[in-house]
């Protein structure tokens, strides 16, 4: 079980403390489940009065909510990323395999780094090249000359297909399919004709992926997905996107294809963002937005009507579906005032 003496941990997170540093750590949970042993942290002044009643050994907090608190604390700048790191120190997640598994199957023409771990069932076809230190979960499936750089990590059931190249020390989770054609069709006569796509998905460095997210391979050109970019699960990024660097996208985002995000953007959960449209660097879309033109000016963006009691919903819903009969009865008005006036 994990413990440490508050003392160290916080010369750990460069933290100045206050009370007693002998008190053994052994666990981090939240403000109002916390227990005798288990550190908190506070984020949010909002919930500055919870740490009367608060339960843990000893709460991260800043400077300014350190009267407030009637236990041992430690003060840092920023709480929350100050929780991120305690969370990596404490993080129960099992290593990662150590050893490639009998039942792998592996092409004799694939290429493999050092320390290179297999799961039980993988596949790694034909010419696909592994770096040092990469892990390749139990299940998955590696396809011809795919790439996948060094300390790159691929939980269960992942699939790569083809010649998609993955950077260095990328973490996917499992059931998220990348390479996998796009939705290209032509149609003749009322029958689809399938575009084979042809191109493939390039991912940057230090990008981590959710479970049961998909990627598609690009038309023509490639779908690329920048350094640093984190992306929840259950997504779908459609051909040809383009994703800039230290982007964040929530769960459950849509993106048609031919989209183009720049860097340091957020996009809120359940959006949808139209294709063949361009959205400029540090664009925040609050969730369940709906994003249908280009943006080209930094900002938070928002759309959609948000939850009402059902009987004040139906009655906005009535005049957004008169909103044109509304214009032209005000420009109407408009006119005639002005007609008036003159």
């Not at 908190?40 to 800043?62: D, G, H, M, W």
């Not at 981590?208 to 050109?221: H, P, S, V, Y």
């Not at 759309?303 to 109407?332: C, E, F, H, Y």
């Amino acid at each position: 079980m994990f413990s440490i003496r508050l003392a160290d941990l916080a010369q750990q997170l460069n933290a100045q403390l206050h009370g007693d540093g002998e008190l053994v750590i052994i666990g981090i949970s939240s403000m109002h489940s916390a227990q005798t042993g288990q550190i908190t942290f506070l984020s949010n002044n909002r919930y500055q009065e919870k740490l009367a009643s608060c339960q843990a050994s000893a709460v991260v907090l800043t400077e300014a909510d350190l009267p407030h608190c009637r236990s041992a604390a430690l003060v840092v700048k920023n709480p929350y990323l100050t929780y991120a790191y305690m969370a990596q120190l404490m993080d129960t997640t099992p290593l990662p395999l150590q050893e490639i598994a009998p039942s792998a199957v592996i092409s004799s023409t694939a290429t493999l780094g050092q320390h290179v771990a297999i799961g039980p069932n993988a596949v790694i076809e034909q010419g696909a090249v592994l770096g040092d230190h990469v892990v390749i979960g139990p299940g998955c499936f590696i396809g011809k000359c795919a790439r996948i750089g060094a300390g790159t990590r691929l939980w269960a059931n992942v699939t790569i297909y083809h010649e998609v190249e993955i950077g260095q020390h990328c973490l996917i989770q499992s059931g998220t399919v990348i390479g996998a054609d796009g939705f290209g069709y032509a149609n003749e006569h009322g029958n689809w004709i399938k575009i084979p796509q042809l191109g493939t998905v390039i991912i940057g460095d230090r990008v981590e992926i959710g479970a049961c997210t998909t990627i598609d391979r690009g038309a023509l050109d490639n779908t690329l997905i920048g350094n640093g970019v984190i992306i929840d699960n259950q997504c779908q990024i459609a051909h040809n996107v383009v994703i800039g660097d230290n982007t964040a996208v929530a769960g459950g985002v849509i993106m048609a294809g031919s989209l183009k995000i720049g860097r340091y953007c957020q996009i809120g959960g359940a959006s949808v963002l139209n294709g063949h449209i361009e959205i400029t660097d540090k664009v925040v879309v609050t969730g369940m937005g709906m994003v249908m033109r280009p943006i080209t000016e930094p900002g938070v963006y928002s759309s959609g009507i948000p939850l009402q009691p059902n009987k004040v919903w139906r009655k906005t819903t009535a005049l957004v579906m008169n909103i044109d009969d509304i214009s032209k009865r005000l420009k109407a008005i408009e006119q005639k005032v002005e007609k008036e006036d003159t």
